[in-house]
């Protein structure tokens, strides 16, 4: 018995920051680079990750799994435990050894580069999924969103959960996010399937398509950067004086200007979402500047710089801090000529796609 299933990474298109804090929306591209899961049966349980190049044995007491394992396969075990434990909640055991491997396009596997393309996040739905299909299990993308938010809030993760979405779901989705503390208190009072049944707090998933004129224009700065510890920056600014109301402020207008974006998704309306994303872009360094975050490097700024030459439109993406910038050009001649410059600039042109959208 063998199986093998991907999840693509993604790149956050606008709705940074604001995304984290419950039902503020987002818009979030599955990107055609792709986390590969293969489980195989076996005389013992074992995870492997080619990136790491070791291998963790696991245990069963009863049927939960066990593991001595290090804190960086914590997300691959909790992913596990979660798809397990929706197995049996549906009547069916999970008595068995398998062994499973972890194989990542999401990041250079020679140099260990990492690009920012939501490892964290196609790993987890790339487990559940695979075990499910293990114990022969399918699932639609929104209750696979489900399971993965679950594996990571038992782990205490911070952020939005927004990249589980767009791994679970592929192509371009607007996410509006859940309500945390609301799903706390449930797993205290719910068993799983109700928990999954009921309508969750705050969470919209819709799917989008991008105005058919304009292409996404990925590069590289170079400079990686933690997600968490940006978004955790933000929590611990906010108790000092004045800084409260410039959050609220920035959550307001954010909602805003991802209310004018998605309608011009939804209405092919190139022009209205360029003006958008450059409105999205300023929120973000004024919200910066306000909370003394390093959200838009010396290195973003140029990417967007030089895309802004070209008459195209450009931000960070994500937590910023590094990682990638995104452009939208509207012309093949506009994005060479923008990708030339980058290359010139010593920015990486990425030559990812949108991922197709999941079945």
């Not at 074992?46 to 997300?75: D, M």
């Amino acid at each position: 018995m063998k199986v093998q299933v991907s999840a693509p990474g993604k790149l956050f298109l606008a709705g940074e920051y604001a995304v984290v804090e419950a039902g503020n929306p987002a818009m979030i591209a599955a990107i055609n680079q792709y986390l590969t899961v293969t489980i195989e049966a076996s005389n013992s349980g074992t995870v492997f990750s080619s990136q790491q190049g070791i291998t963790i044995p696991w245990e069963r007491s009863g049927e939960e799994i066990v593991t001595q394992t290090a804190t960086s396969y914590a997300l691959i075990f909790s992913a596990m435990g979660v798809a397990e434990a929706y197995v049996r909640a549906l009547g069916q055991q999970t008595a068995a050894f398998y062994a499973l491997s972890v194989d990542s396009q999401l990041d250079n596997s020679q140099s260990g580069t990492k690009y920012g393309l939501g490892s964290s996040g196609a790993l987890t739905v790339a487990t559940i999924k695979a075990v499910l299909a293990y114990y022969g299990q399918e699932v639609n993308a929104y209750r696979l969103y489900q399971l993965a938010a679950l594996s990571q809030l038992q782990l205490g993760m911070a952020g939005s959960f927004g990249d589980l979405a767009a791994s679970s779901y592929g192509g371009v989705i607007a996410y509006h996010s859940l309500d945390r503390d609301w799903l706390k208190e449930l797993l205290e009072e719910h068993t799983l399937l109700e928990i999954l049944d009921m309508p969750w707090k705050d969470v919209n998933i819709e799917r989008l398509s991008l105005p058919g004129t304009l292409s996404l224009l990925i590069g590289w700065t170079g400079q990686a950067a933690s997600t968490d510890s940006l978004v955790n920056q933000v929590g611990q600014g906010r108790s000092q004086d004045g800084k409260e109301s410039s959050h609220r402020d920035f959550l307001q207008k954010s909602k805003s200007c991802l209310g004018g974006i998605i309608q011009a998704c939804q209405q092919g309306d190139a022009e209205r979402f360029q003006a958008g994303i450059a409105e999205n872009r300023r929120l973000l360094q004024e919200f910066a500047r306000k909370m003394g975050l390093n959200i838009e490097t010396p290195a973003l700024a140029k990417l967007c710089q030089l895309a802004e030459e070209e008459g195209a439109v450009a931000k960070s993406s994500g937590a910023g801090g590094g990682d990638c910038g995104i452009a939208f050009a509207s012309q093949v001649q506009q994005a060479e000529k923008i990708h030339h410059k980058w290359r010139s600039a010593g920015i990486l042109p990425l030559n990812l796609n949108l991922a197709d959208e999941m079945k």
